[in-house]
């Protein structure tokens, strides 16, 4: 994989296979969200998995963004460190509007 290509705002197809409990799972879109200096020199990367759930946004633990051409939720609350060997195919550059709204629900969930 080159590491060039994991930038902060890429989005991929990810593996979260094995999970536990609430965790999200199966094989989805993600967006990292580590800064991508980090991304390129560490074996793990920060994702916030995408969901095509219908269900209505809810602030700040899911919020709308633009993936692919469609309309998705950001399940910010489930943001976790995976090893790069989850990650199969580059998807996209997520637009910068999607990623702030990505930015700004991780600041509240996170409280920073």
Do not use: F, H
């Not at 705002?9 to 999200?24: F, Q």
């Not at 094989?27 to 980090?38: E, N, Q, T, Y």
């Not at 994702?47 to 993936?67: A, D, E, H, N, R």
Request: charged share 25%.
């Amino acid at each position: 994989m080159e590491s060039s290509k994991l930038r902060r705002g890429s989005v991929w197809w990810v593996n979260l296979d094995p999970t536990l409990g609430s965790e999200i799972k199966k094989v989805r879109p993600c967006v990292l969200v580590g800064a991508s200096p980090i991304n390129q020199a560490r074996r793990t990367v920060l994702v916030v998995p995408l969901s095509s759930s219908g269900s209505p946004p809810q602030p700040p633990i899911t919020v709308k963004v633009s993936c692919m051409g469609k309309n998705v939720l950001a399940v910010c609350d489930q943001l976790r460190a995976v090893d790069k060997t989850r990650l199969s195919d580059r998807i996209e550059m997520m637009d910068r509007e999607s990623l702030d709204a990505v930015s700004k629900a991780l600041q509240q969930v996170l409280s920073l």
